[in-house]
């Protein structure tokens, strides 16, 4: 006979009832096994979350982009001016999601250069719980909508480890992409614990944008419908502002010549207008714009003069500003359905809406910006009389475009530096924009106290009445890292901060805050330069000098002496060190854990997910084979027996019009195309191809000779050359039986199913060593956050 905690299992331990023989004498107790609810009252919480923009880009900041939605929340909650980041992708969202600096939850930087310390191992540890995890405990509904790349690299595979997949992680419902960035026309998608194809094209109306805001909709709809009592915590983040820049014609059309008068005006325009709009103190001052010379080690991040441009690059980069502005516009717009839907159903009132992006604008597009990065990140040059050829198209399907290092540069004005740089606000400070009708007493407001991503977990958790636990799931947990922003939102504008200190460090660049000043280490990341105890270190009086325009280290070097010593009292708190500044290559080709090890053989089946670039056969700078065993059973047989890539990059084996074809498209460039001199019947057969390489090119391509081949016969041959680098870093993963995402070819449309017969396997077999431009590889890596 049972009763209390004598109860028979350990699930039980809790179990106040009474348990004897029979149940009519046996009294129950539900209580271990009811869930916890919320506190009453508990405020939803929807966070948007933007990439790559800079402060000084939208309109409630000042800036030319006119974000509908966003100033609609300004002016019914607060405008925060000094909330700043990590300066990359993935460390802050990793901040965003535990609210630990980011070191202390393993993600120095982007999780494709993880690294064998506690700091850098892009696994986020057992002790710093999400906040996901905790609302979802304490009577929270959870869902992840967007952008994720906060997975290790070796796990974004359909075969992977889950454990640090949203669902995993806290979430009751993930729609999204997991990587740096995707085509927005084409995306990568995961529902929850799969790989998924997207729902409808381009030519109907697709947009991922648009697709998100539908998923967002759609979960809360179908919350509301079983559980309309409980609240709900949703993160939603849209592949804008990142590259590749797609949208709608008539989102960019709207911008059509508003940005003329080129990026070194735009800076002195968009300062006067954050002044007029109180975003910045009136004494603030302009730092100069072209701050790095041509002879630099990281070249690419020169900011060409305006005035040094050619009236065709000038027509080009403003276009390109155009479908930037178009992008960020027509993703606010969708953000306005899902607060419409809010305000439709009630839920409005007492739903916190926080608006953000994750670090300063993109200096990832080089001096000459690119209607396809693809080409960028293989090394191999744009030239300025093709791109002018996609002037009509840009932002369409037909490119994969990124502005300019100049506008990165207006985008993060008033600033030094943008994205990547953590030493200065140009990579750090973003916009922040909170509502919460029935939390926030003032309408319209502006609030300068200083703050930074960690500190956005506990500001949430304080509004939900919810603390995060010291042991959670038998874990000890690190402190959360922030504090909470909460008491700014009753205070005056200009009131105290009530944080004290944050130390910043990215990629080799590092800095710290402290009660209103900072002290930046002049240190350009990526340059394999080492030696930081040589680093030379500047001070700012941020309270007075908002923009960190004057460097006060010589007249104050007890104040300097403050920070630096400070800054190595957080590095040792938080895990900072050993800084890292190697050269990208170095980064890529840290030898990492796998589960699965690379090898000369992989066999691939039809109509199975997309295998991602990171776990897929890497056929780059080396010889390859490609056979498929194929069962004709129709003499119209047709489509794609295998791909990989996009139109941007890629390469497929199919058939068209009963012949056999291979084509390798370069880079967008060219399609290079073998074609059978024979037609296929009805039949088993083995079809193939095979590239030998025989030698590089003058920017890392291999060059050879292609062959294809219907059982042991070649049926056709030709030259061929192959990019040095990877297809794309938007996914468009290896298929086998059809081709997901964007076509490799123009000679078929996606899907392009095979149809007419059967596809038993295709094998791929590479031999030897690769060559590789590792360069360009790390830089596409590092670029894609």
């Known amino acids: 006979m049972q009763s209390g905690k004598k109860g028979g299992s350990e699930d039980s331990t809790e179990f106040k009832g009474v348990i004897k023989l029979d ?131 070796q796990d974004v595979s359909p075969g992977g480890s889950r454990a640090q997949w949203p669902v995993q992680m806290g979430f009751d419902r993930y729609y999204g992409f997991l990587g740096g960035e995707t085509n927005q026309w084409y995306p990568d998608l995961v529902e929850d614990n799969r790989f998924v194809e997207q729902p409808y094209s381009p030519e109907e109306g697709y947009h991922l944008s648009k697709d998100l805001a539908d998923r967002a909709i759609e979960m809360l709809r179908n919350k509301n419908s079983t559980n309309p009592s409980k609240p709900w915590y949703m993160w939603w983040c849209p592949g804008a502002n990142h590259a590749p820049h797609h949208s709608p014609k008539e989102y960019i059309d709207k911008y059509k010549g508003k940005f003329d008068d080129g990026y070194d ?35 690419a991040d020169y900011v060409r003069p305006w005035s040094e441009l050619s009236d065709d690059e000038k027509k080009l980069f403003s276009r390109m500003a155009e479908v930037y502005a178009g992008f960020s516009e027509y993703t606010d717009a969708q953000v306005g359905r899902i607060v419409d839907y809010l305000e439709e159903t009630g839920q409005l009132e007492n739903t916190i809406i926080i608006y953000a992006a994750d670090n300063g604008a993109s200096g990832e597009g080089s001096p000459n910006g690119s209607v396809n990065e693809n080409k960028f990140f293989n090394g191999y040059p744009d030239e300025l009389k093709e ?56 309408k319209g407001q502006i609030r300068h106290q200083y703050h930074h991503a960690v500190d956005i977990v506990p500001t949430i958790l304080d509004a939900c009445g919810i603390q995060m636990p010291e042991v959670y799931r038998g874990v000890k947990q690190y402190p959360l890292s922030g504090v909470s922003m909460k008491y700014s939102f009753d205070a005056a504008p200009d009131a105290p901060t009530q944080k004290h200190v944050q130390y910043y460090a990215m990629l080799g660049t590092r800095g710290i805050w402290k009660d209103g000043w900072k002290a930046a280490a002049v240190h350009a990341p990526l340059t394999n330069k080492g030696h930081f105890d040589k680093d030379e270190w500047e001070l700012y009086n941020v309270a007075e000098d908002r923009s960190e325009s004057k460097n006060l280290a010589k007249e104050n070097p007890g104040k300097l002496k403050e920070l630096i010593d400070a800054w190595f009292e957080e590095a040792e708190k938080n895990k900072v060190l050993p800084l890292d500044d190697r050269a990208a290559a170095q980064l890529l080709t840290i030898e990492r854990p796998a589960a699965e090890p690379a090898r000369d053989r992989y066999l691939y089946y039809p109509n199975t997910s997309p295998v991602p670039e990171g776990v897929a056969v890497n056929v780059r700078g080396r010889n390859y084979k490609i056979l498929a065993n194929v069962d004709i059973t129709s003499p119209d047989a047709s489509g794609v027996i295998f791909a990989h890539g996009s139109r941007f990059g890629g390469h497929a084996l199919f058939i068209k019009d009963r012949k056999l074809y291979y084509v390798y498209n370069f880079l967008g460039i060219e399609e290079q195309t073998l074609v059978s001199n024979t037609t296929l019947k009805p039949g088993k057969y083995t079809l193939g191809m095979e590239f030998t390489r025989e030698g590089a090119g003058q920017y890392g391509e291999s060059n050879g000779k292609a062959k294809l081949y219907i059982d042991d016969k070649m049926v056709a041959e030709g030259p061929m050359k192959t990019q040095p680098a990877k297809f794309t870093l938007s996914g468009d993963g290896l298929c086998v039986g059809f081709d997901s995402g964007d076509a490799v070819s123009r000679n078929y449309k996606t899907p392009g199913t095979f149809k007419g017969g059967t596809i038993q396997l295709v094998g791929v077999t590479v031999e030897g060593k690769p060559y590789e431009n590792l360069e360009a590889e790390a830089r596409r890596a590092l670029m894609g956050q």
């Open 23 to 153: 149940v009519r004498d046996s009294k129950a107790d539900w209580g271990p096994y009811t869930p916890k609810a919320a506190p009453k009252g508990a405020p939803n919480v929807l966070f948007i979350l933007y990439d790559d923009t800079g402060l000084a880009a939208w309109s409630p900041y000042g800036g030319r982009i006119n974000m509908p939605t966003m100033q609609r929340l300004a002016a019914n909650g607060l405008t925060y001016t000094q909330w700043h980041t990590t300066a990359l992708c993935s460390p802050t969202r990793s901040c965003l999601l535990t609210g630990r600096n980011h070191h202390l939850n393993g993600m120095a930087s982007i999780t494709e250069t993880a690294n064998g310390f506690p700091g850098t191992s892009a696994v986020i540890p057992k002790a710093c719980a999400t906040m996901a995890q905790v609302l979802q405990d304490n009577g929270y509904s959870t869902f992840w909508v967007g952008k994720d790349h906060n997975v290790p690299e």
């Open 265 to 299: 005006a735009y800076r002195v325009w968009v300062v006067d207008q954050m002044i007029k709009k109180g975003i910045l103190p009136k004494n603030t001052a302009l730092t100069e714009i072209n701050f790095l010379p041509k002879d630099v080690a990281n070249p």
């Open 387 to 442: 791109n002018l050829k996609y002037m009509s198209v840009l932002g369409g399907p037909d490119t994969y475009n990124h502005y300019p290092t100049g506008w990165a540069a207006a985008f993060s004005a008033p600033f030094k530096m943008f994205k990547r740089y953590a030493e200065y606000a140009g990579g750090t400070n973003d916009p922040l924009v909170i509502s919460w009708p029935k939390g926030i007493k003032a």
